[in-house]
């Protein structure tokens, strides 16, 4: 959980270290998307693996989908801004996710699941984000939750700014998902012109903001983000948050994480620790035992 070691008033705030600039590509049936998070990142941003943001209001973009594909180590969290997703998996689980919803799966020692949009036409929006397993934990049961929108607590600042937690605490409430060993903050920030938000970050944490509207300016140094740019945070000893202001209307999603600082081996949908343990995942998945 996260925790401040001095009031929100007199918070330093962490600046921004680098600006990413996401790489189009495609995935599932030729979905296309925009990978922010790629592999370069995931010992700067452990325990986070990746971060892709599809958006499109053409069908002939999203409309094949992503097809039963397996996954084994990590997890998957998929955040629909607009449109609607079905998740199906070999495990039983399934659930319809729609604008403001949330699925997270735990594909531990294996998972075979398909997400398929149930839209034919109109915005399709949203996010996926992997988060690491720690070795202890790779093999555990696969599961899946589907949160909808009303079960993700939101509160609105004095300032304005509407803060949607879907995981970690913020603002004095428990987000929708609650993690002990990456305790992961994912927090969805709709600011109003003119607005900050102070958020604490716990130090030692890995952190990162991604702008997906508009435009903001982060910390003391009020470096400018721009839309479709994901901004590292420095890890530094003495600050103990992040500011952002905005001046227009803009919207960003802010994640932190305890890293796990374990060794990272992944061949496509599988992260294990060592590549012994890769070659064990696909041979496990190639004989049915998913």
Known sequence: MQTASRSIDTMRSREVERLVVGQPTSDGAGVRLTRVLTRELQRRLDPYLMLDEFRSEDPNDYLAGFPDHPH????????????????????????????????????????????????????????????????????????????????????????????????????????AVVRETTEPLYLDLHMPAGSSHRQPLTAGHNAFLYVYAGEVEVGGERRKVGAQRLAVLSNDAGADGVTVHASGAARLLLVSGRPLAEPIAQHGPFVMNTTQQITQAIADYQAGRF
């Not at 180590?73 to 495990?91: K, L, P």
């Not at 659930?95 to 799966?105: E, H, S």
């Open 72 to 175: 084994r180590g990590f997890e998957t969290v998929t955040y629909m801004i607009a449109g609607q997703m079905r998740h199906r998996d070999n495990s039983g689980g399934q659930g319809l996710l729609g604008a403001g919803g949330v699925q997270w799966m735990t594909a531990g020692r294996g998972i075979i699941h398909s997400e398929m949009p149930e839209q034919k036409d109109g915005l399709m929006h949203g996010f996926q984000l992997w988060l690491n397993l720690p070795a202890a934990s790779k093999m555990i049961a696969p599961s899946y939750r589907d949160i909808a929108a009303a079960e993700i607590p939101e509160v609105t600042t004095a300032e304005g700014v509407r803060v949607k937690v879907i995981a970690g605490r913020a603002l004095g409430i428990d987000g």
